[in-house]
């Protein structure tokens, strides 16, 4: 696993095996069901978490979570392709879209992937690099996602 830094970190000392958690976030048990004989029962155990959650949890493993994701889409305005995913090599903090002030001739504004840190902390962000192009390097990570060979 890794920490939001980039750093290798052990957790539990054992690697983590998905199906095995999809078999216990689908558990009934921990909304404070017991499951018997194709029947859902009222346990005499305290609930670990809210029916609620347990729930959205399972929607969003059988894919019914699509709502949030499109939502989470609508918030990227400007469909920035990497947003969230590219880190700076010198700082490791996420690379986040932000239009510039200036327009191109189509009135689109120019996009830049700037760093978290800076957006927050402006000049008194310790890492020397400020904004890069968005635009260039998605297109970038296009034409390599192109020329990747298939398997």
Known sequence: MKSRRGNEMVVGG????????KVIVTNPLYKGVVYHNGED????????VSEKLWQEANDALSGKGQKHKQALLDRNTHRSLL???IRCGECVHRLTPKPGGKKDRDLNP???????????NGK????????????????????????WPSA
Do not use: M, W
């Open 110 to 120: 120019y996009l830049y992937y700037t760093r978290n840190n800076v957006s927050k």
């Open 83 to 85: 947003k969230g995913i």
């Open 124 to 147: 008194a962000a310790t890492c020397s690099l400020r904004n890069d192009p968005a635009r260039a390097i998605d297109d970038f990570a296009i034409q390599i996602g192109r020329d």
């Open 41 to 48: 029962y009222s346990g005499e155990h305290e609930a670990l």
């Open 14 to 21: 054992k690697r983590s095996i998905p199906n095995k958690i």
